[in-house]
């Protein structure tokens, strides 16, 4: 058997450490700690190399842990922490609109088991194309961090189960739909990061622009569930300790004190 050339296997390594450092990047964006975010990306790495079947249908189905159910766990816990109901609204009308028009553009546009129109992008891999317009679609129905990476990740999910339909629809019985099942780089998963990554490129540039982020008029509850849980407590220390700083000084130079 050949041996594996060095120069691909660090090419291999270098990029996994880009995609991944991305991904703590995105992921730290969303109310998470570094540490939830590196545990996050361990979840993605190891569930990817496990697939739980789903027994009952007609057509095998099975889901992967890293490429689907992560990210499903994490949209969950996102819409549980979301700041406002609007932005909530904003993030399910997001998810609805990215799956509607996934599923148009594979049907009309694309080639294959689930996409039987074939068309102008059947040479296109889904892989590069639904990430990146499941990120645009995301960001601009959600307008935030979280709210696109909700709107891509259940977007993708929601297209997903309508491409398993067709095939129950159709008695697809010789094929096993998989859902997520490329783990760590499944759609699913880009999808979700390049969402925020265009949510913080836009916004950071948009903030820039107006001297910083507006915050007039927003809700407190937004206001708080945009910044971080570890800046929040740094913050908070730091309040503190100047506090008692200030306490110590005023006892020590008050001459009424007995």
Known sequence: MD????????????????FFGVAQRALDRMRLTDKGALVVILALIVGSFINV???????PLE??????????????????????????????ISAALTGVVIYFISTRYMSGLAEPAGGALSF????????IIAAVIAY???????????????????WDVANYYYML??????????????????????????????ADLIGETRERLQGGPASQGKPDALLVG??????ERKEKKTQKENSKDKNTHWEEVDPFED
């Open 3 to 18: 041996r594996f050339p060095l120069g691909l296997i660090v090419l291999i390594i270098v990029s996994l450490l880009v």
């Open 124 to 131: 296109v891999d889904p892989l590069y194309v639904f990430p």
């Open 140 to 158: 601009v129905a959600g307008r935030s961090r979280r709210s696109a990476f909700i709107g891509a990740t259940l977007g993708i999910i929601l």
């Open 169 to 198: 629809q159709n008695n697809a019985t010789n094929a096993t739909k998989s859902i997520g099942g490329a783990g760590a780089f499944d759609t699913i998963v880009i999808s979700g990061i390049l969402a925020v990554l265009l």
């Open 63 to 92: 889901i992967n842990i890293g490429g689907a159910l992560v990210p499903i766990a994490l949209a969950i816990y996102l819409l549980a922490k979301a700041g406002t109901g609007k932005e909530v609204s904003r993030a399910l």
């Open 226 to 231: 945009l910044r971080k849980p570890e800046f």
């Open 53 to 59: 079947p789903i027994p009952g249908f007609r057509v």
